[in-house]
């Protein structure tokens, strides 16, 4: 069974960083996309940012710029570094990986932008 664990969330004034880590467990990480997503009060879950097993990267408009998705396949961990924080930035912030046809989820790290 996959299972998906993020940490470093927490609470940052705006322009700030944070580093989220998300560690996999159950599969063979090395051959697993991987991605980040958001959700904030009221809104839809939207992707951040992707990184296929060949290490190719992909970031939403709002991304760009300012965060960073790296893997440690080593490590079976997913990074996604945060700079320039913004209090839009606000959200619950949840790993995912498509693993052999699959979607699996963690259970999300807060993320709040405040001064």
């Known amino acids: 069974q996959v299972q998906l664990v993020e940490s470093g969330g927490g609470l940052v004034q705006p322009g700030g960083s944070l580093r989220l880590s998300c560690a996999a467990s159950g599969s063979d990480f090395s051959i697993a996309a991987m991605g980040w997503y958001r959700q904030a009060p009221g809104k839809q879950r939207e992707l951040v940012a992707r990184?296929?097993?060949?290490?190719?990267?992909d970031y939403a408009d709002s991304a760009k710029g300012r965060f960073t998705i790296s893997r440690d396949n080593a490590k079976n961990t997913v990074y996604l570094q945060m700079n320039s924080l913004q209090p839009e930035d606000t959200a619950v912030y949840y790993c995912?990986?498509?693993?052999?046809?699959?979607?699996?989820w963690g259970q999300g790290t807060q993320v709040t932008v405040s001064s």
């Open positions: 995912r990986t498509l693993y052999v046809g699959y979607i699996y």
């Open positions: 990184i296929s097993s060949g290490g190719r990267t």
